[in-house]
Each structure stands twice: as C-alpha cells, then as structure tokens.
C-alpha cells in the first residue's frame, strides 16, 4: 500500500520557467511532510518542509503548498535553474505513533538549458 | 556533507551470503532509520532505532535485521541474500526536536 505517491516519474522544464512537483498521500494522520532533491551516486538532502497547520511554506525559489482537504502536496521551483535537475522525493510523517517517514517513488526533473 | 557516514560505498557478494552494513549518526542524534531503494523504487523505509530501541518497522524481510549500539551506530544485517536485494542502501539520523532526516550517501549491494 503505496501512501505517499508521486504518480509523474519524470518531468522536463525549460530554465527559468517555473516547476512543478505534485505529491498526493492517503493517510490522513500524516501532520508533516517534506521534500528532499537527490543527485546520482549521494544520499537525498532536506530541501523544504511544511506542518500540516500551514497551507504554503516559501524558501528562496522553492515553496510548499500544502492542500489537506485533498491531501496533495506541491512543490514548486520559480526560477528553474539546471543545477535544480535532479530526482526530488515527497516525504510525509505522522507526528503521533510511530514517527515513520514514508517516501513517494520520486521525479526526475530535468530543467533544460 | 550530511555528517551520516555509510561503510561501505560499494558490496558485491554471491546469493546465500550474509552482509553487514554500518552507519554512524549524526554527533548527538539518537534516532536511526533505514531505508532501500530498488531501481526505478522510492525510498522504502525498513527500520527506525531510537537510543538502542527499536521503535518502528516497515517492509522489512525477516532474513533482514538490525540494530543500534550504545554508541548510536547502527549495523544493517542482511542474509540469505537473493538477486532481488541488490539495492541501494540509506541510513538516516535525525536529532530530538529536529523534524528532518539526514541521510548518508548510501551503500550499494550488488548481489550476483
């Protein structure tokens, strides 16, 4: 049982457009979710995170907005930059329990040049 | 550099063997997850240890376990290895209070 799903394995962006990452998840106990970027051959690094008390978290060029009603997360990456191509992980954890963080499958985004 | 160290980089081994895979936390954190990803998989979470114990387990193989030393390392024991359990292997600490996870640069098992 896939809870946290990311159902768009790959994405191509021109740079210096804007993009997005969506993310949908099913349990309705998760409270906190996050987003991690990962380069070939290293570990995912914490790129963003947003409480489920918020609707929108702002980081430079990248903002979480965070839809509970739906249960849908979205990143998104204003301006894209080559440098941002990467495969970018949704992540989601319920503060009460057990203190797992679940992971989507991923996007391999590719911003073009 | 995350400050969560993974030995070793790289394992290649023969099906029926048994591995150890080790990660030292973060200085000061106390809890320690495991994750696999497969190709083409997403991050499936194993097992988290907090201070020695285990607190939670995930899709975890019962030819798999784990566990967690006074000096916070973790070892990842993997036996009866089969094709299918050529992966990549993270380790991922996180500290008291603090929501994110670090994560290590991983260990590849290639089982041939």
């Known amino acids: 049982d896939q809870q946290v799903k990311q159902n768009s394995p790959s994405l191509s962006v021109q740079e210096g457009r804007i993009s997005i990452l969506n993310c949908d998840y099913t349990n309705s106990m998760f409270d906190y979710f996050l987003w991690y970027k990962k380069y070939p051959a290293e570990g995912p690094t914490f790129l963003i995170s947003?409480?489920?008390?918020?609707d929108k978290n702002e980081d430079g060029r990248f903002t979480v907005f965070l839809n509970k009603s739906a249960k849908h997360l979205s990143l998104h990456i204003v301006p894209s930059q080559p440098g941002d191509s990467a495969v970018y992980f949704c992540a989601a954890r319920a503060t009460s329990g057990t203190y797992k963080y679940i992971f989507g499958t991923g996007t391999r985004l590719k911003v073009l040049a | 550099d995350s400050g969560v160290t993974q030995t070793p980089k790289h394992l290649i081994t023969a099906t029926g063997q048994r591995v150890t895979l080790r990660c030292s936390p973060r200085s000061g954190d106390l809890s320690v997850y495991w994750y696999q990803q497969s190709l083409d998989q997403g991050l499936q979470f194993l097992i988290h240890?907090?201070?020695?114990?285990?607190?939670a387990k995930g899709n975890i193989l019962e030819r798999f376990s784990a566990q967690q030393f006074p000096d916070l390392h973790s070892e990842l024991n993997l036996s009866s290895l089969e094709l299918g359990d050529s992966a990549l292997y993270f380790c991922a600490s996180s500290g008291v209070g603090n929501e994110k996870l670090f994560f290590g640069s991983g260990t590849q098992l290639s089982v041939l």
């Open positions: 240890y907090y201070n020695g114990e285990e607190r």
């Open positions: 947003i409480s489920s008390i918020k």
